[in-house]
Structures are given as structure tokens and as C-alpha cells.
């Protein structure tokens, strides 16, 4: 019969393609065949049970992306761009503000809710708990307020809070940032050409080791400022540590940051020891030295809990200080507002009640972090099976308050993509700009991992405004853009020419 004749064939070809490639081939190329025949098989069972396990947990409308890897790619796309929320934005329009999704092998529930983005943070500890990528575990390390959980985060998020509290402000901060800023940003020649990101990073980390550690020399910050660049590109590195790659040197760096850290701590305790010996009163220097005199915590700990700060502080004010006067650059009438309001403040020691007047200043660090807040979004994990409205979100599942997309939507913020300072004016406005408790403006996070050192930052973004505009006009030389992914910067570093005011003509 034609079947019979068809089955010949078919088994004769075989039977030749065996003789042809060799025995061990063709048992190589019938195991290859099996085990992806299985490999399909295992696949689609593995969909059916994740599909089913989606519908008993009735988690948020959503669509798996590709296979394997979801859509982890075009999230990276959008988060890597200068609109970090423009993948949120199109499944918003397909399945609303509370979706899910697939990232990185695994189901997340994305929020750009903000009711929905409150209550996660609200529940930190209890329902939710922080899930960070390994590398980034790895380097900010185990014992810092940033990844430990529980009482544990409690206690070191309460010590953060009482060594940053406003009287600490008024005192020790306000009387050390001025002096930083001078050393830092003085010294630039007329006409001269720079990396605006660089001397950023450059104020930050100075005014970091300062204020944490007590340290002023230039060689010293300049080191720790090149070992905290390598760190901080390795927090979202593949965490292959071999030489080569960018998670190996960002170890590295942590490494060095910790003996430099470790270091200070024993000449602290030594100055400490011969203080109390001689019977004479002893204040460590920065926010170390503080530490030592009211907290014990161990070595590890304590060494986790400065690197914690330092990332923290580093990243929130080096690049809101860079985009700052990014967007103000390319709008003048709000650039000409703030330089009248610090040039009636310019050539006398700042105070408190100086800062305190900086109203239009505010406006623009405000409008500075709802355009390019460094915290996009947060990377929380479900601890248990969590209801809300209709939906029910499994224990382990990733959940993602993605703060951007509020801070964006035209919905709460008209001609939301536009530099406006003047919008915080608006008593609209101005009831969502309670950083502290707004579901609508939430630069710092919230809950109980808000951010301790949110004034400090603030403090240090309005003093950096005052010394460089006052100091400096600038032209830009080359086009850039904001990316957010690995960190948040200006993909060209933001080229300026400087031109002191000083040698205006009168």
C-alpha cells in the first residue's frame, strides 16, 4: 500500500543516514532529538502549571512577553532610555495601572497605583519585604539598612534617622558643606572645559567621606571617588567574579572602601581611648565618629551601615545636583529666577534661615526629582499571599511600585515631561508635595525604608546650586540625554565651558 511504501522509504533514509554520519553520530543525533522532544514537553507543562497557578492567585491582567525571558528586555529598553516609564505606560493602556508581567524568568506585579504603591510601601516588613538583584546584595552588603529586614532594618534605619536629624543639620552638616563646596568648585579656570557628571560625583563623594568618615584630603577623596565609581557600576553587573568583569572590580573596590572604612574605626578608638585616659572630652569626627560615641555595632556591620550611607548619599545628590542644572540649562527663565534668588544670598557665610528662604530652589530640586528621581522604582517581594481589591499576589512574587510612572502621568501632573518648577507653586500641586506622605510625589520611598537621609540631600543639592550658579555661567558643547540603566547619569557626562562670574566686566 502507499503508507507501507511511505514507512520504507522513511526507514531506508534513516538507515542510510546512519551509515553515513557513523554510529555514534546517529545515537548522538536520536538522545539530541529526545531530550528536546522533552525539553518541549517540559516547557508547556511547566506554562499550564504557572497558567494555573495565575488563575488561583487571580493576579493583575497582564501577557507573558516572550518565552523564557518575558519582558525583561523591553522593560531594560525603556528603563535604559530617557523615559524610563514608557513600557509601564503601554501596558497601562492595555490592562490599567496594576499589571503583571514577566522579568527576568519570573512573574512580577507592576504598580503605577498610587494608592496601591502607599500600601506596599506601608506594609514593608509585614506583607513585603526588600528583593534586590545578587550583585547588588553583594556589594552593598548584608549587614546594611538598605537589604537587612526585620528589627534588624528597624534599628539601623532609627540610628541613620537620629544621626541626620535636622539640630544635626543646623550644626555639623550646614558648617561642613560649605567648606567642601569651595574646595571643590573654586579652582576652575576661566574658559575651562569639563564633565559636568564628574565633578558631581566629585562634590558628592567628598561631601560623603567628609560628613561620614571625618576625611578632607584631596588624594583621599579622589581615591575613594574612583573605588565608589567602580562600585557602584557593579550594583547591577552579572555577578561573575573573575578578573574582566565589571562585578569583580566592583568587589574589589568594596574591598578597598572596607579597609579604608576599618582603618578610620581604629583610629577613632585609639583617639577614643587616649581621650579617656587623659580624662578629656573626645567627638569623633563626621558621622563615624558620632557612631562610635552613641551605637555599638559590630565591625561588619558597622562597615555595611557607612557603605549603605555612602551609596545612598552619593547617588541621590551627585545626580540630582547633575540634573538640576541639566534641565535648568535649557530653561532660561527659570535659571535667571534662581540666580536672583542666591545672588541676594551670595558672598556671606550661609545659615540655616538662608536655606530656609531658598523657596524657587525648592521648586527646582522638586521638579529635578519627579523628572529624574534616582529611585525609579522599588524591588519588593511578596512574604505571603497578599489580597488586594480583587486580585491575590502569591508569596514570592515579585512586586514592583514603579514611582516614575506617578511622578509622570498626565493624569496628576500636567505636561508631566516638562521642566516647570513653577508647578510646585500651584496649590494643586502643592497638596501631592509632602515627600513624606504623598502617594502622588515619592522621590525618597516611603514606609519604613524612606529614605533618613532625604533633608541631608536636599541640604546639599540647594548649597551646590547656590556655589556654582553664583560662581560660574557655563555653555554646553555637546547634546546629551538622561539614561537610568545601570545608574542613572547623562550618557555624555554633560560637556560644559566654564565662565567665571568674577571676571565679568562691571
Not at 525609579?376 to 514603579?402: H, N, T
Request: with cysteine; hydrophobic share 40%; glycine share 6%.
Amino acid at each position: 500500500s502507499t503508507q507501507t511504501e511511505i514507512y520504507r522509504i522513511q526507514t531506508e533514509e534513516l538507515i542510510l543516514m546512519a551509515e553515513l554520519i557513523g554510529e555514534p553520530y546517529w545515537l548522538l543525533f536520536v538522545t539530541a532529538s529526545t531530550t528536546f522532544a522533552s525539553f518541549i514537553i517540559i516547557f508547556f507543562l511547566t506554562g499550564l502549571t504557572r497558567r494555573k497557578k495565575r488563575e488561583l492567585h487571580k493576579l493583575p491582567p497582564g501577557s507573558r512577553g516572550w518565552p523564557l525571558i518575558g519582558d525583561t528586555f523591553a522593560w531594560l529598553n525603556a528603563v535604559s532610555g530617557s523615559h524610563p516609564s514608557s513600557f509601564v505606560e503601554q501596558q497601562i493602556k492595555r490592562f490599567g495601572r496594576i499589571f503583571s508581567c514577566s522579568l527576568l524568568g519570573k512573574w512580577a506585579v507592576v504598580s503605577a497605583d498610587p494608592a496601591f504603591n502607599r500600601f506596599i510601601m506601608q506594609n514593608e516588613g509585614k506583607l513585603f519585604q526588600s528583593s534586590y538583584p545578587k550583585s547588588f546584595r553583594d556589594l552593598v552588603g548584608k549587614d546594611g539598612v538598605i537589604t537587612v529586614h526585620g528589627d534588624q532594618q528597624r534599628r539601623l534605619h532609627s540610628i541613620a534617622s537620629s544621626l541626620m536629624r535636622q539640630d544635626q543639620l543646623k550644626t555639623h552638616f550646614l558648617e561642613d558643606i560649605p567648606s567642601v563646596m569651595l574646595q571643590t568648585l573654586s579652582n576652575f579656570k576661566d574658559g575651562e572645559v569639563v564633565l559636568l557628571q564628574d565633578i558631581c560625583r566629585k562634590v558628592a563623594i567628598h561631601l560623603m567621606v567628609n560628613q561620614l568618615l571625618g576625611v578632607s584630603s584631596e588624594s583621599e577623596v579622589d581615591e575613594m571617588s574612583r573605588l565608589f565609581s567602580d562600585f557602584v557600576d557593579g550594583c547591577l553587573s552579572v555577578p561573575i567574579n573573575l578578573p574582566g568583569f565589571t562585578y569583580h572590580k566592583a568587589m574589589k573596590a568594596r574591598n578597598e572602601i572596607i579597609s579604608k572604612i576599618n582603618k578610620t574605626v581604629d583610629k577613632l578608638l585609639k583617639n577614643k581611648a587616649a581621650s579617656e585616659e587623659a580624662d578629656t572630652s573626645t567627638a569623633g569626627n563626621g558621622v563615624l565618629g558620632r557612631l562610635l560615641e552613641e551605637e555599638s555595632l559590630p565591625n561588619e556591620t558597622m562597615a555595611d551601615f557607612i557603605i549603605n550611607l555612602m551609596f545612598a548619599g552619593n547617588e541621590t545628590t551627585a545626580k540630582t545636583m547633575l540634573f538640576a542644572v541639566y534641565f535648568l540649562t535649557h530653561c532660561p527663565k527659570a535659571m535667571a529666577q534662581i540666580l536672583e534668588e542666591h545672588e541676594r544670598l551670595a558672598g556671606g557665610t550661609l545659615t540655616w534661615q538662608d536655606y530656609k528662604t531658598m523657596d524657587f530652589t525648592q521648586c527646582v530640586i522638586d521638579e529635578t526629582l519627579r523628572l529624574g528621581g534616582i529611585a525609579i522604582w522599588l524591588m519588593r517581594e511578596a512574604k505571603e499571599d497578599v489580597s488586594y481589591q480583587d486580585y491575590v499576589i502569591p508569596k514570592g512574587c515579585f512586586v514592583v511600585p514603579f514611582l516614575s510612572a506617578v511622578h509622570l502621568d498626565e493624569s496628576y501632573y500636567k505636561e508631566s515631561l516638562s521642566f516647570n518648577p513653577w508647578r510646585w507653586l500651584d496649590h494643586e500641586t502643592q497638596q501631592k508635595r509632602n515627600w513624606r506622605t504623598s502617594s502622588y510625589y515619592c522621590p525618597f520611598g516611603g514606609g519604613t525604608r524612606f529614605c533618613p537621609g532625604a533633608e541631608l540631600a536636599r541640604l546639599q543639592i540647594a548649597l551646590f546650586l547656590h556655589y556654582f550658579i553664583t560662581t560660574y555661567k557655563w555653555t554646553q558643547l555637546k547634546e546629551d540625554r538622561i539614561s537610568f540603566f545601570p545608574s542613572a547619569r547623562l550618557v555624555n557626562g554633560f560637556k560644559i565651558q566654564l565662565h567665571r562670574r568674577d571676571n565679568e566686566p562691571l
